[in-house]
């Protein structure tokens, strides 16, 4: 049996402003190859991680046009919601969305939390299940969304998708995430993860393989994602489990299509926001630091918003009445 996994395709119809080119045709493009790819390599069954859309009420227009592209996949599609295809990062809205719109019209089957679906080819027999992404699924006592408990009998190998915050390494400080040795005792043969779109070199423990090969789209202000080339894997089930990255030939060198100076200028906002922070935050010793000194910096630096010089002051204030009412 053969599969193909990708994930965080983001639907829309304008471009970030930091890509140089016109998104939606090259993001048109990209999904043009993946279906040369599924046809070439003979694929049984597509699965997708998640955040197919990059807002849950994109265009008609825009859903018509790729709509075009999934009728193209002549295999069955199976498809978990990300926290962008949905409202409120609630997977009860799905049927207020296009993505559970697309559900509807069979272009592809969305997978819902507790299903169990079963691939069956010559005699293998796959179980596939999903997780959703929700609020809250990156909090210590949620990883039994990451987890398999369940295997039925006769099923040769357990798959299971995931949206969320599955990472190799510890993250940014602040940022929920989970790790993949927390879940390391999962029963699923395979977990294939979206959400983070960096993605992470396959992992493999106790013969169990963990899997986000990153979004097919490049859509964030970093360094990273200028040098990161978008792909897709299939994955071979047989004797043994096979794993093979298909880098998109659509997908364009990061010089080509994202800003530079774009993404430099965020990344100087973003250290003068964090100075600036630093410089709040020791306001909060009122021995080492005279308040209205804070004060002064605040209405003298350069480079920030008048918003976020406003919301500064506003929580420098609240200090000081609390402060100033024993709290």
């Known amino acids: 049996m053969r599969l193909l996994f990708f994930t965080d395709s983001h639907i829309r ?12 045709h090259t993001l048109e493009k990209k999904l043009e190859e993946i279906v040369d790819i599924i046809e070439a390599n003979r694929v ?37 919601s990300g926290n962008h295809d949905v409202y409120g990062h609630n997977p009860q809205t799905i049927g207020r969305t296009m993505i559970g719109l697309l559900s509807e019209l069979d272009i592809f ?58 990472l190799d390494r510890p993250f940014i400080k602040g940022v929920p995430y989970t790790l993949v040795e927390d879940i390391r005792d999962t029963k699923a043969d395979i977990t294939l993860a979206g959400h983070y779109h960096s993605g992470f070199d396959r992992i493999k423990i106790d013969g169990k393989y963990f ?15 200028m040098d990161r080339r978008p792909k897709v894997i299939i994955i071979d089930l047989g ?17 080509q299509v994202l800003d530079r100076e774009e993404i430099e200028r965020n990344i100087f906002k973003r250290e003068r926001i964090y100075e600036f922070k630093q410089t709040v935050d020791s306001a909060m010793n009122f021995e080492k630091m005279d308040i209205n000194d804070v004060l002064i910096e605040v209405s003298k630096s350069e480079g920030l918003s008048e918003e976020v010089k406003e919301e500064a002051l506003k929580r420098i204030a609240m200090i000081q009445m609390k402060e100033f009412n024993g709290g």
Not at 45 to 58: E, I, K, T
Not at 111 to 133: A, F, M, N, S
Not at 211 to 221: F, K, L, Q
Not at 239 to 255: C, H, N, P, S, W
């Open 44 to 80: 049984d069954y597509v699965l997708h991680g998640g955040d197919l859309f990059d807002r849950p009420d994109v265009s008609i227009a825009i859903v018509s046009r790729f709509s075009r592209v999934f009728k193209k996949i002549k295999v069955p599609m199976y498809v978990v």
């Open 239 to 255: 004797e043994d489990i096979k794993i093979t990255d298909v880098y998109l030939k659509t997908a364009l060198d990061g010089d």
């Open 109 to 166: 089957n969305l997978i819902e939390r507790d299903e169990r679906i079963i691939l069956e080819k010559e005699g293998l027999r796959v179980q596939v299940t999903g997780q959703p992404y929700i609020y809250d699924i990156d909090e210590p006592v949620n990883r039994k969304y990451y987890m398999v408990e369940d295997v039925e009998e006769d099923i040769n190998y357990a798959i299971h998708i995931v949206h969320g915050m599955l």
């Open 211 to 225: 899997i986000n090969p990153g979004s097919i789209v490049r859509i964030s202000n970093s360094l990273r994602e």
């Open 13 to 24: 119809g304008t471009s970030p402003k930091n890509r140089k080119d016109d998104f939606v």
